[in-house]
């Protein structure tokens, strides 16, 4: 609905910016101009079935780049822009890989997308909420991961993708530098190897190369759905990495199973309480509401146990910000009670508090944050 919105305004010009600047800053691809660029780009339109208009510009920038950009009026021509540093470095069939690509992102509307969450975060990352955050980034490494595969049947050469990828990280001529891909391929795997062994996080709008280019491998070389499917889950789960370290597994399981104990205390879960823990889990988590349901589906006391465990052995330091956040569950709702009090006078004196610094602890968060509400003062 957004995007229909969005369309009936007719606000955004940025069509005319993006056209104006391709059209005077860069060169257009044209039969007459570059006859065998123009045939390798519509060559491969031709090879991925895509329909629609596309103009396809060089600019003159020796960064080893190119982008995409969907038209937003109907009827009006998509925009591909190749930088010329692509064209000293690569090959006719690696070139064949970077068009496909940029081409997927128009196939799998990505650019529209962008656009549409532009519009309602107007202010880029700073008022998006981190709950969105994640989920942004994660779709945009997605949506790299489909359009390689675009880039792929493009040229069907894995090794011209494999090798694009490389020379796009280096800006090394690999052929000069007598480099194969099997020694390519194996330095791959050492390097994925890092980020599968929770060391190594993919943080930027693009998966790092190592994904990138064991998905391709997958993609191409898979005897099966299954084994396809097996492969992609293990390159995705580090995409789904949020924290950098045991004690971020750990905190996250904290506030989940602290969250429902505190929660749960009184006999009546308050939608407050629930999207306090959703609140504090999100900068840990992806997906928080699918990883608290699948705490409360396990043995959540057990459970509480292990993390605050492992949190005091790991940083006794966190103790006053574990017992101030189950604090805060408890006020959020705007109703304290006598149960509550009682939970985190037990938990507090568990992890080494005094009953002075407890109530020390329950009257700052008192004061500072408690609003009552109507039923619990009427």
């Known amino acids: 609905m957004v995007g ?3 369309k009936q305004l007719n606000e955004s010009n940025s069509d005319t910016w993006w056209r104006s600047n391709m059209e005077g800053h860069s060169l257009k691809v044209a039969r007459e101009l570059l006859p065998d660029i ?12 895509y329909k629609e208009k596309v103009d396809f510009y060089i600019t003159g920038d020796t960064t080893v780049n190119a982008f995409s950009v969907a038209a937003e009026k109907e009827g009006e021509a998509h925009i591909v822009n190749i930088n010329s540093g692509l064209f000293d470095l690569m090959t006719q069939d690696e070139l064949r890989f970077v068009i496909g690509h940029e081409l997927g992102h128009l196939i799998n509307r990505d650019t529209a997308l962008a656009r549409l969450i532009n519009f309602v975060f107007p202010h880029e990352a700073t008022n998006i909420p981190i709950i969105l955050q994640y ?3 994660l779709h945009s490494q997605l949506a790299e991961l489909v359009a390689d595969r675009y880039g792929y049947i493009a040229t069907e050469n894995l090794e011209s993708c494999v090798t694009a990828f490389f020379k796009m990280a280096s800006g090394l001529d690999l052929a000069k530098m007598k480099v194969s891909l099997d020694a390519l391929l194996e330095d ?25 280019v064991q998905a391709l491998n997958l993609f191409a070389n898979a005897k099966s759905q299954e084994e396809l499917d097996e492969g992609m889950d293990k390159l995705i789960s580090i995409l789904l990495k949020v924290g950098e370290s045991e004690q971020d597994e750990h905190l996250a399981m904290f506030i989940a199973t602290a969250g429902l104990i505190v929660a749960n205390s009184d006999g009546n879960i308050a939608k407050e309480e629930v999207d306090q823990i959703i609140e504090a889990l999100a900068s840990r ?6 990883f608290l349901e699948e705490v409360n589906n396990g043995d959540v006391g057990k459970l509480f146990g292990q993390a605050v465990s492992k949190l005091m052995e790991i940083n006794p330091g966190m ?3 574990m017992l101030s956040y189950m604090i805060d569950i408890v006020i959020v709702d705007g109703n304290i009670t006598k149960e509550e009090i009682e939970l985190i006078n037990r938990f507090g004196a568990d992890i080494g508090f005094s009953p002075i610094e407890i109530a020390s602890l329950i009257a700052q968060s008192i004061q500072q944050k408690f609003v009552p509400n109507l039923e619990s003062i009427c």
């Open 188 to 212: 791959n795997n050492r390097r994925l190897d890092y980020f599968l062994n929770d060391k190594g996080m993919s943080r930027a709008t693009h998966p790092v190369n190592p994904i990138r």
């Open 4 to 6: 229909e919105v969005l």
């Open 319 to 321: 103790r006053v910000g």
């Open 285 to 290: 988590k992806i997906f928080p509401m699918k």
């Open 38 to 49: 123009y045939d390798l780009c519509y060559s491969v339109m031709d090879k991925l079935g």
């Open 135 to 137: 989920k942004i980034r």
